[in-house]
């Protein structure tokens, strides 16, 4: 639209829109069913906007419901040092892991079974990408750039309310229902592959 509004009028026809994309066939893997643990993954780099102390908040409640849980997290970053303290201080260093960078991404979203993004702002959110080519039901806080990627309840959750309670709500709901689940996850999977 801006550069209609900027360009001329004889280069309008030579105006396109190229999305942001990932290679489906990388992530595209094959998963197994569902495991009797909830393995939730999140990655990205360890900045505020990030906002990973949601997910471990999240995490905290949710190991009250359910002791056979996993959350990984997958980046590097100046947060980083002070959310590891913080799974210390609240004793869950055995549920919560900090893998770094990795150069397998696509064996986590493989051993997962849930994506979890907390970041307060997104503008687009490639990784949810990744989780959604790899089979994986999204669950994000609204970060305005990821409503062009998640339809709330088609292809996965997007949610206004960053209260812990509200993402464990949905975590059960996605855990408890196969329907579901395989819902998001095929809808996710088509969703990619645009």
Do not use: C, W
Not at 83 to 98: A, D, G, M, P, T
Not at 113 to 121: C, D, K
């Amino acid at each position: 639209i801006y550069a209609r509004r900027v360009l001329n009028k004889k280069l309008h026809n030579r105006i396109y829109t190229l999305n942001n994309a990932i290679n489906f066939n990388s992530f595209n893997i094959e998963r197994h069913n569902i495991s009797k643990k909830i393995r939730i993954l999140n990655i990205g780099s360890f900045v505020t906007k990030k906002n990973q102390k949601l997910a471990i908040d999240i995490l905290d409640l949710l190991i009250k419901e359910y002791e056979n849980v996993e959350l990984i997290f997958l980046g590097e970053g100046p947060t980083k040092k002070s959310l590891e303290q913080y799974v210390k201080k609240l004793n869950l260093s055995k549920y919560i892991l900090f893998k770094g960078n990795v150069s397998n991404v696509s064996h986590f979203l493989k051993t997962s079974n849930i994506y979890l993004h907390t970041a307060n702002y997104e503008p687009f959110g490639l990784v949810i990408l990744e989780a959604m080519a790899a089979g994986l039901p999204v669950i994000s806080l609204d970060g305005k750039g990821n409503r062009d990627i998640i339809t709330n309840e088609i292809n996965g959750y997007i949610l206004s309310d960053p209260s812990p309670s509200n993402f464990v709500n949905k975590i059960q709901n996605i855990f408890s229902n196969k329907k579901l689940y395989e819902m998001f996850s095929e809808n996710g999977k088509e969703t990619a592959k645009k």
